[in-house]
């Protein structure tokens, strides 16, 4: 900011602390004026468990895409770039435990990211970096740019800790059929060649009536059935990617965290469903997450 008419945004202040803000999340998603997606969706259960979360945007839409308008705009790639300059200027990476990607809008923004991942890693080895490779889901299809996947699979994947793809999403990164369980848990494994230290599909077949979650590492696999509800809403993996880095920053064991979202996320979609809301009832979650953490118990498979 050096040309004249941006110049009244930089000022001094006459006293300053110097000690530095904490930073628990960087999360860098997508953005609503209306409705929860992305960080709209995740930084409401994270700010509910007391965590500090600095947001990174990489849309600023008025409402998810399903309405019959739509305004704002998919961020340039260039403006993606100088907010995660400014991240880093703050000493935001250095400070932060979780780093969160979700939706980029674009594969420019994902190329951008993945340059910034690579250097701010190099300086943060505190920093766990989780990714949700938003790509779609079987009843849409893709709805990213193609390039995307690419990006995923090879940038980001062999620099997470975490990968949360749904079904659909597991097979498009691995090439093979996922969305039935024993299928899920075989493209599980390919992807923590790539990498990762975890893999949690969700969304993947059960029995009539039931979704199925699973949480594979090199020496487990874990698994957890939740009864499929009426719903459709956005924001469901954003709140249970929340929900689970929220508790894992609370030494909670993984599978006891995954548990706790999982009950958050399935007592906000009740909530939403018994309210009538056309949006999901994001602030539910976290009070439910919190209480016992029986509701969904973890089984172990491996």
Do not use: K
Not at 142 to 149: D, F, K, S
Request: glycine content about 8%; overall charge negative; aromatic content about 6%.
């Amino acid at each position: 900011m050096n040309t004249p008419t941006e110049s009244h945004l930089i000022h001094g202040r006459r006293q300053r602390p110097d000690g530095p803000v904490p930073v628990d999340v960087i999360s860098v998603q997508s953005q609503l004026v209306y409705g929860h997606a992305g960080n709209s969706a995740a930084v409401p259960p994270l700010r509910a468990l007391g965590l500090r979360v600095a947001e990174v945007p990489t849309t600023l839409l008025s409402n998810a895409p399903f309405y019959s308008t739509l305004r704002g705009r998919v961020l340039p790639s260039d403006w993606l770039a100088d907010l995660l300059l400014g991240a880093s200027e703050r000493g935001l990476a250095q400070r932060a435990r979780m780093l969160v990607s979700g939706y980029f809008g674009s594969t420019a923004n994902g190329e951008v990211f993945a340059d910034w991942l690579e250097r701010e890693q190099v300086g943060a080895p505190q920093m766990r970096y989780c990714l949700d490779p938003v790509i779609g889901d079987t009843h849409t299809g893709p709805y990213v740019e193609a390039g995307l996947e690419r990006v995923f699979a090879e940038r980001l994947l062999p620099r997470a800790w975490l990968v949360t793809p749904n079904a659909f999403e597991l097979g498009r990164l691995t090439g093979l059929p996922s969305l039935a369980q024993e299928d899920a848990i075989a493209a599980a494994r390919v992807l923590l060649e790539r990498g990762p230290q975890w893999v949690l599909a969700h969304s993947v077949a059960g029995e009539p009536g039931e979704l199925v979650t699973l949480a594979v590492s090199r020496d487990a696999v874990f698994r957890w059935r939740t009864p499929h509800l009426p719903v459709d809403v956005a924001g469901t993996g954003d709140v249970l990617m929340a929900l689970l880095i929220g508790f894992l920053l609370r030494d909670t064991p993984f599978e006891v965290a995954v548990s706790r979202a999982l009950a958050g996320v399935h007592t906000a979609l009740e909530a939403t469903l018994a309210a009538g809301f056309e949006e999901f009832d994001v602030l539910a979650a976290a009070p439910a997450a919190l209480s016992p953490a029986d509701r969904f118990p973890a089984e172990r498979l491996a």
